[in-house]
């Protein structure tokens, strides 16, 4: 049951346009959010959060949005580069539980 | 600190043969958590431990899986017998806190991974 969705497992963008990642999910208990970034042969690293008390976080390029009645957050960055190239995962959890969930991720190509 | 530690980085067996992963978290981390990245389910949880007990295992597939937190800084997953659909590559993760816990550091830091084929 997959829980958090994102349905596009690439996208490509032209350096310095803006990045925008999808990600969907089912369950209304979740109330934080998180992005996390993957290099090949790497881990996946955090990004960025967002609690559900909050519909925009912003961290220099990157802004998560949450649209709470629609299920729905994205990623934008902008601008974006080439390093920005990776797989982005976007992972749910709720205050009374002590998992999170992943989406599929998307792979996101920069470029130059 | 060196972050969380696995091994080994990849692993060639045949079906049938016992793998054991291993992983060290970061050190004063109460979490541990083990993931499976496949391409067509991304990243599942198996399964995660809080102060050494497992807390939650229902990601864990089948029998075959199996893990253990002997001690803070010593964490094993074993498939006993591999088959080839258990190729994938395995993540651990440490955390301070509890996934969701607002106001405090809820990111959970991930191990490079272990690249397991199965043949």
């Known amino acids: 049951d997959q829980q958090v969705k994102q349905n596009s497992p690439s996208l490509s963008v032209q350096e310095g346009r803006i990045s925008i990642l999808n990600c969907d999910y089912t369950?209304?208990?979740?109330?934080?959010f998180l992005w996390y970034k993957k290099y090949p042969a790497e881990g996946p690293t955090f990004l960025i959060s967002?609690?559900?008390?909050?519909d925009k976080n912003e961290d220099g390029r990157f802004t998560v949005f949450l649209n709470k009645s629609a299920k729905h957050l994205s990623l934008h960055i902008v601008p974006s580069q080439p390093g920005d190239s990776a797989v982005y995962f976007c992972?749910?959890?709720?205050?009374?539980?002590?998992?999170?969930?992943f989406g599929a991720g998307t792979r996101l190509t920069v470029k130059p | 600190d060196a972050g969380v530690i696995q091994s080994p980085r990849h692993e060639v067996t045949e079906m049938g043969q016992e793998v054991t992963l291993r992983c060290k978290p970061i050190?004063?981390?109460?979490?541990l958590f083990w993931y499976r990245q496949t391409m067509m389910r991304g990243l599942e949880l198996l399964i995660y431990?809080?102060?050494?007990?497992?807390?939650?295992d229902s990601g864990m597939p089948e029998d075959r899986f199996s893990a253990k937190m002997p001690n803070a800084s010593f964490s094993t997953l074993k498939i006993q017998p591999s088959e080839p659909r258990d190729s994938a590559v395995y993540f651990c993760?440490?955390?301070?806190?509890?996934?969701?816990?607002?106001?405090?550091?809820?990111?959970?830091?991930f191990g490079p991974g272990t690249r397991l084929t199965v043949l």
């Open positions: 993760a440490s955390s301070l806190v509890r996934p969701g816990l607002a106001g405090g550091p809820t990111s959970q830091y």
């Open positions: 369950n209304s208990m979740f109330d934080y």
């Open positions: 967002i609690s559900s008390i909050k």
């Open positions: 992972a749910a959890s709720a205050y009374n539980n002590n998992d999170m969930r």
């Open positions: 050190s004063g981390h109460d979490y």
């Open positions: 431990f809080n102060n050494n007990v497992p807390i939650d």
